[in-house]
């Protein structure tokens, strides 16, 4: 054999060696020989997600794989070419917190066809057998527990109304809302039953009081237009906001329209995400109260169930959700309400923010 031959079948396999050792080459993405895993996340635009995204990112290359991170900007097609391009560079498992939970069933059918594990996170994933596993917080009881500080505060129990609320839910197109949304109306629909607290608006079912893509704008705009159209003779007493952004625009355009934080009339508005900002509403006396997910612990039930996955062992399971098709194995993670009184104690001394992340 020449020597020229010799000599090109030697770097050809140096180059596959290094490639092997150094990437898994998996159309194009280096990851070093490590297992790739995806994590698809919603938006950047809300707190949460960007911590969820990037706790999860450390956390998977802490324990010695390969990620890619992406955040669909709250649209659906963005979050298919972001999963199809994670199936593509090899991706063995995608933790998945879906845009429209009942939209991802045919990219999902995909990764299925090629083995990849996915990992329902937070939202569940609907409409599809493709989910092997979900990881969450027992929703209702969010809504639950928003409904029962709406309860105690204004001691609805003995209260002769009639008190006055107004609701802002999550869009249809996120499972969480619907569940949300039905455990505050196991807790206050006796009081409307009973004529206690009326909404004025009349907007009483999910569908009526959806807010779009969570938005702060697009609450802020709904509780501006309830604000005009059915208050200018009544005071508003509830605000029940099924998140820390829909919460914020309620309690601007409730500020905007003349009301006091602290004031005796200032309604009671609620939350859920203890985002920084709303903390911070909650500390001026803007917000009640917020649900404190712990998105460390959400993320960590993630990774530990995308192991187990990969090593082919059942993750640690407490609960099942039926996605519409069959009861997906779940592991719910605690939850707790947080106001004036317990922030310090449960954000700061539990090491989730600094008092100078809320300004303090
Ligand atoms: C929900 C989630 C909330 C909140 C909201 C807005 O699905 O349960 O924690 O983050 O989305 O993105």
């Known amino acids: 054999m020449k020597i020229a031959t010799l000599r090109r079948i030697a770097v050809a396999l140096v180059v596959t ?45 802490d324990a010695g794989y390969a990620t890619m991170v992406e955040f669909a900007n709250d649209d659906t097609a963005q979050q298919v070419s972001q999963l199809e391009n994670m199936i ?12 429209d939970s009942v939209s991802l069933s045919s990219v999902l059918e995909q990764a299925k066809n090629k083995g990849i594990f996915i990992i329902s996170y937070d939202r569940l994933l609907t409409d599809t057998p493709n989910v092997d596993f979900y990881v969450t917080f027992n929703n209702k009881k969010v809504g639950s527990e928003m409904a029962l500080y709406v309860e105690k505060t204004l001691d609805l129990a003995n209260a002769a109304g009639p008190i006055n609320m107004e609701i802002s839910s999550g869009p249809p197109s996120d499972n969480n809302a619907g569940l949300i949304y039905g455990g505050m109306m196991e807790v206050l629909q006796p009081y409307i039953d009973s004529g206690v607290v009326v909404i004025p608006s009349g907007q009483t079912t999910a569908e009526q ?23 200018t003779d009544k005071k508003i007493n509830i605000a029940i906001c099924a998140n820390d952004t829909t919460g914020r625009g309620a309690a601007n355009a409730i500020i905007a329209a003349g009301y006091t934080p602290g004031a005796a009339d200032y309604p009671i508005i609620t939350g ?52 519409k098709v069959f009861d997906v194995p779940t592991y719910n993670c605690d939850l707790i309400a947080v106001t004036k009184d317990n922030y310090k104690e449960v954000l700061v001394d539990g090491g989730y923010y600094t008092l100078a992340d809320l300004g303090l």
């Open 17 to 61: 060696l290094v490639c092997l050792t150094l990437a898994s080459c998996t159309g194009g993405t280096s990851t070093g020989g490590k297992t790739l895993v995806g994590i698809s996340m919603p938006t950047k635009s809300i707190q949460r997600w960007e911590t969820d995204g990037e706790n999860m990112r450390k956390g998977f290359e």
């Open 88 to 99: 593509n560079k090899g991706c063995k498992a995608i933790v998945v917190a879906a845009v």
């Open 209 to 231: 009081t959806a807010i779009d893509n969570w938005e702060l704008a697009n609450s802020q705009t709904r509780m501006e237009n309830l604000l005009n159209g059915f208050y």
């Open 272 to 323: 859920q995400d203890c985002e920084t900002a709303s903390v911070q509403y909650i500390i001026d006396g803007k917000q009640g109260m917020s649900i404190f997910k712990d998105t460390r612990t959400l993320g960590d039930q993630a990774i530990k169930a995308t192991i187990s996955l990969l090593n082919g062992t059942a993750p640690d399971q407490n609960d099942v959700s039926n996605n």
